[in-house]
């Protein structure tokens, strides 16, 4: 087609592209205000601009990617990095979920005489359970201390927002979820500072 062919394929890569940041960037901010609506964010991620956008919540999740993107700057090898350590942070949720999953089929939670219902998701949830276990397993401690490093932080948020509601800030589970999470943080922070653990 000629330079006119690759001039349309290029303002199409630019047009796609363009679409994917923008709904990326929504998709952050919206995950926050969500939450932040269910109240397991702080207030301050649920306010909204004139035009009905979450402000603070999209400030502060693209004040966050613009600093790991200045972080990539720094060494050709950190992007590969941060995407390992995206996945690996992915798989607690998921483990989690799958855990959450087996709880409710082995309580009978949400099931009104489906005993057949409850025996597949209780399959279900505990081999989903094994294989998210599996997974962090093979994803290796390495990046699992890393993103301990950014879910402590985000632990504050948290505990923001069971202050504003006047709850007690964690149930003792979630005080025994915290504490393996800290200590994650601390060991990953030594291993960086030591250089036994590298981004």
């Known amino acids: 087609m000629g330079h006119w062919g690759a001039v349309l394929i290029s303002v199409g890569l630019?047009?796609?592209l363009l679409g994917a940041l923008?709904?990326?960037?929504l998709l952050c901010a919206e995950i926050m205000f969500a939450a932040a609506?269910?109240?397991?964010?702080p207030e301050f991620l649920r306010k909204e601009n004139a035009n009905h956008v979450p402000a603070n919540a999209l400030w502060l999740t693209n004040a966050m990617v613009q600093v790991f993107l200045v972080i990539t700057l720094f060494s050709a090898?950190?992007?590969l990095s941060l995407i390992y350590l995206a996945t690996s942070?992915?798989?607690?949720?998921?483990?989690?979920?799958?855990?959450?999953?087996l709880l409710l089929a082995v309580r009978g939670e949400t099931y009104e005489n489906a005993l057949k219902e409850r025996r597949k998701d209780l399959f279900i949830g505990a081999v989903a359970l094994i294989y998210a276990v599996w997974l962090l397993y093979a994803g290796g401690t390495k990046y699992l201390l890393l993103s301990a490093l950014l879910y402590a932080p985000g632990a504050i948020l948290f505990a923001m927002a069971k202050h504003e509601l006047g709850k007690p800030i964690f149930t003792p589970v979630e005080k025994l979820i915290f504490a393996a999470v800290v200590i994650g943080a601390l060991v990953a922070a030594?291993?960086?500072?030591a250089g036994f653990l590298t981004l």
Request: aromatic share 22%; proline share 3%; charged share 5%.
């Open 14 to 16: 630019i047009v796609s």
């Open 22 to 25: 923008l709904s990326w960037v």
């Open 37 to 41: 609506k269910d109240h397991t964010m």
């Open 77 to 79: 090898s950190t992007y």
């Open 89 to 101: 942070m992915i798989l607690v949720p998921y483990l989690w979920s799958a855990a959450y999953a």
């Open 190 to 193: 030594y291993g960086l500072y």
